[in-house]
């Protein structure tokens, strides 16, 4: 049986070759912050935007915590928090759900804490008036706990909102319709959604819906994790395990998974037809983008018009952990991703009591063009690495603390656009006048 040894040993070499290298390589990548050099090409820039008012924060008490964004026509959408300590105690994106264990002790009734009901708001980027949307017809005593939400804008006057909720016990799609110009949503229905094992996505992160499927609730879901909590959660967590998933629903053919082994499927964000009075674009492609937190990768998926398909063609690298990606407005010809820098010291500023932690998180604003995205771009199409622009790296967190989420609404032709940022613990969205 001697003869079996080198073959062994051949084998455990192969496999740390090809895993065990890669994971502890990308690790370093993505864990280990960047030089000092990184964050100096920037810190003029910084300093520059906020002193001259180039950068401003908008809205602090109204726009606070905002998760996701989306805009149209002159108005920006944004699922924002109500209330930054009851976000420490429920955040299932990063593993915190205290809330839910409280509510286990009180027979499943609402404790002490009370009900979560954070707010969709408008914002009106020229008149600078913004307003929380009222949620007609929606459900009392109900929770309302927001994360990644999208938009359908079917026409000039009717948009509809596929919001997560977080309820605990089990987290749903809500879908509402709206009139730009009112100051409230009409809820049309809740959409509850499955275990993986029925097709479903139980930990949601984000949701892409597909306009020309709205009359039957067509959209994606990325499920970030496998396990909720616990040491699985952890171990998930630690050892990056390629869990995630993206799954599809529509209300004829229910739930399924259409793709999965992805690292922490995170935000997403596709090219779509909106047919607002602005925007006559066509979109440059037919592309779904994920963000794969934990492998610092955006997967890029080529999605079939009106149907479940999707099929992966590219992943683009970038060195750090992407959240939620958005397409320039309107043409959709850049993506804009808000990444972290520093891990470590976004976890110790979400979860630590204030006092206790960093008072602000390292972020960063990540770049590249989609028309890049499976061209034959230095010959080499598909495997070809799509230069990435890093817009800004902030260290200190004056423009963007612990952001989330950045948008680009572009410029009239030969100037910049402006630039807003968010984040989930971040009171206020940050508009930079003319930045990119």
């Given at each position: 049986?001697?003869?079996?040894?080198?073959?062994?040993?051949?084998?455990?070499?192969?496999?740390?070759?090809?895993?065990?290298?890669?994971?502890?390589?990308?690790?370093?990548?993505?864990?280990?912050?960047?030089?000092?050099?990184?964050?100096?090409?920037?810190?003029?820039?910084?300093?520059?935007?906020?002193?001259?008012?180039?950068?401003?924060?908008?809205?602090?008490?109204l726009l606070k915590g905002c998760?996701?964004?989306?805009?149209?026509?002159?108005?920006?959408?944004?699922?924002?928090?109500?209330?930054?300590?009851?976000?420490?105690?429920?955040?299932?994106?990063?593993?915190?759900?205290?809330?839910?264990?409280?509510?286990?002790?009180?027979?499943?009734?609402?404790?002490?804490?009370?009900?979560?009901?954070?707010?969709?708001?408008?914002?009106?980027?020229?008149?600078?008036?913004?307003?929380?949307?009222?949620?007609?017809?929606?459900?009392?005593?109900?929770?309302?706990?927001?994360?990644?939400?999208?938009?359908?804008?079917?026409?000039?006057?009717?948009?509809?909102?596929?919001?997560?909720?977080?309820?605990?016990?089990?987290?749903?799609?809500?879908?509402?319709?709206?009139?730009?110009?009112?100051?409230?949503?009409?809820?049309?229905?809740?959409?509850?959604?499955?275990?993986?094992?029925?097709?479903?996505?139980?930990?949601?992160?984000?949701?892409?819906?597909?306009?020309?499927?709205?009359?039957?609730?067509?959209?994606?879901?990325?499920?970030?994790?496998?396990?909720?909590?616990?040491?699985?959660?952890?171990?998930?967590?630690?050892?990056?395990?390629?869990?995630?998933?993206?799954?599809?629903?529509?209300?004829?053919?229910?739930?399924?998974?259409?793709?999965?082994?992805?690292?922490?499927?995170?935000?997403?964000?596709?090219?779509?037809?909106?047919?607002?009075?602005?925007?006559?674009?066509?979109?440059?492609?037919?592309?779904?983008?994920?963000?794969?937190?934990?492998?610092?990768?955006?997967?890029?998926?080529?999605?079939?018009?009106?149907s479940s398909e999707i099929y992966?063609?590219?992943?683009?690298?970038?060195?750090?952990?992407?959240?939620?990606?958005?397409?320039?407005?309107?043409?959709?010809?850049?993506?804009?991703?808000?990444?972290?820098?520093?891990?470590?010291?976004?976890?110790?500023?979400?979860?630590?009591?204030?006092?206790?932690?960093?008072?602000?998180?390292?972020?960063?604003?990540?770049?590249?063009?989609?028309?890049?995205?499976?061209?034959?771009?230095?010959?080499?199409?598909?495997?070809?690495?799509?230069?990435?622009?890093?817009?800004?790296?902030?260290?200190?967190?004056?423009?963007?603390?612990?952001?989330?989420?950045?948008?680009?609404?572009?410029?009239?032709?030969?100037?910049?656009?402006?630039?807003?940022?968010?984040?989930?613990?971040?009171?206020?969205?940050?508009?930079?006048?003319?930045?990119?």
């Open positions: 049986m001697g003869y079996l040894q080198p073959a062994i040993l051949l084998a455990i070499t192969a496999a740390v070759v090809q895993f065990v290298v890669p994971y502890i390589t990308r690790s370093y990548v993505l864990f280990t912050p960047p030089a000092d050099a990184v964050y100096a090409r920037f810190d003029n820039l910084i300093a520059n935007a906020v002193a001259s008012g180039q950068c401003q924060k908008h809205h602090p008490k998760e996701d964004m989306h805009f149209d026509a002159g108005i920006m959408y944004a699922g924002c928090l109500s209330d930054f300590e009851m976000r420490k105690k429920w955040l299932p994106g990063l593993g915190q759900r205290y809330l839910e264990q409280e509510r286990s002790q009180n027979g499943g009734q609402v404790g002490q804490s009370g009900l979560m009901i954070d707010k969709m708001v408008k914002w009106n980027v020229e008149t600078d008036e913004a307003v929380g949307l009222e949620l007609r017809g929606f459900p009392k005593n109900i929770d309302f706990v927001l994360h990644g939400f999208d938009i359908n804008v079917l026409s000039p006057s009717n948009i509809t909102f596929y919001i997560i909720n977080h309820r605990p016990f089990g987290s749903v799609v809500e879908k509402f319709w709206h009139t730009p110009g009112e100051d409230h949503l009409n809820f049309i229905k809740t959409i509850p959604i499955p275990f993986s094992s029925a097709g479903g996505a139980p930990t949601p992160n984000d949701i892409f819906a597909i306009p020309e499927s709205d009359h039957k609730s067509g959209f994606f879901v990325t499920n970030d994790h496998q396990f909720k909590e616990g040491i699985l959660r952890t171990v998930e967590d630690v050892l990056r395990l390629p869990l995630g998933h993206i799954s599809y629903h529509d209300d004829e053919d229910g739930w399924k998974i259409v793709a999965k082994n992805i690292i922490q499927a995170n935000g997403m964000t596709g090219t779509k037809k909106m047919a607002s009075a602005e925007d006559g674009h066509l979109p440059p492609s037919n592309n779904l983008y994920v963000s794969s937190t934990g492998s610092g990768f955006i997967k890029v998926f080529s999605r079939k018009y009106g992966p063609i590219q992943d683009i690298v970038l060195d750090s952990l992407p959240d939620n990606p958005t397409l320039s407005y309107p043409s959709q010809s850049r993506f804009i991703i808000a990444g972290f820098p520093e891990p470590a010291v976004l976890h110790d500023y979400a979860i630590k009591p204030a006092g206790e932690g960093p008072e602000r998180c390292p972020a960063a604003i990540y770049s590249f063009r989609t028309n890049q995205i499976g061209s034959s771009f230095y010959g080499k199409g598909y495997t070809g690495e799509v230069p990435v622009e890093t817009v800004v790296a902030d260290r200190k967190g004056l423009l963007g603390n612990a952001t989330t989420i950045s948008l680009l609404v572009e410029g009239d032709e030969g100037e910049k656009g402006d630039l807003y940022m968010s984040g989930l613990l971040t009171d206020g969205i940050m508009k930079c006048r003319k930045f990119m």
